[in-house]
């Protein structure tokens, strides 16, 4: 069983940083991706940034030059860098991995930009 632990989640004024970071662990094989969505209130879950086994860089027109991704092979971990924050960024944000046929998900760190 793979279990995804997310921290780094906050309360950040507008124009500041946080940086998320999520750790798999369990039977983890043949990684595809790691990476992030984020769900705010009243929408839908979208789609944030993902990388690849390459280390490929993927990213939402929204959060493109303000958000970097990362990941560590060694422990299986992605982060994810977030400037320059803005009001709409605000949601819960959830880290997956996907490996061979397989998705996980973590249960979600709260970010939230406000003044």
């Known amino acids: 069983q793979v279990q995804l632990v997310e921290s780094g989640g906050g309360l950040v004024q507008p124009g500041g940083s946080l940086r998320l970071s999520c750790a798999a662990s369990?039977?983890?094989?043949?990684?595809?991706?790691m990476g992030w969505s984020r769900q705010a209130p009243g929408k839908p879950r979208e789609w944030v940034a993902n990388?690849?086994?390459?280390?490929?860089?993927n990213y939402a027109g929204s959060v493109k030059g303000r958000f970097t991704i990362s990941r560590e092979i060694a422990n299986n971990s992605v982060r994810l860098e977030m400037n320059n924050l803005k009001p709409e960024d605000t949601a819960v944000y959830y880290c997956f991995i996907q490996y061979g046929n397989n998705t996980s998900w973590g249960q979600g760190t709260q970010v939230t930009v406000s003044s």
């Open positions: 369990g039977n983890i094989f043949n990684i595809n991706y």
């Open positions: 990388v690849n086994r390459r280390d490929t860089t």
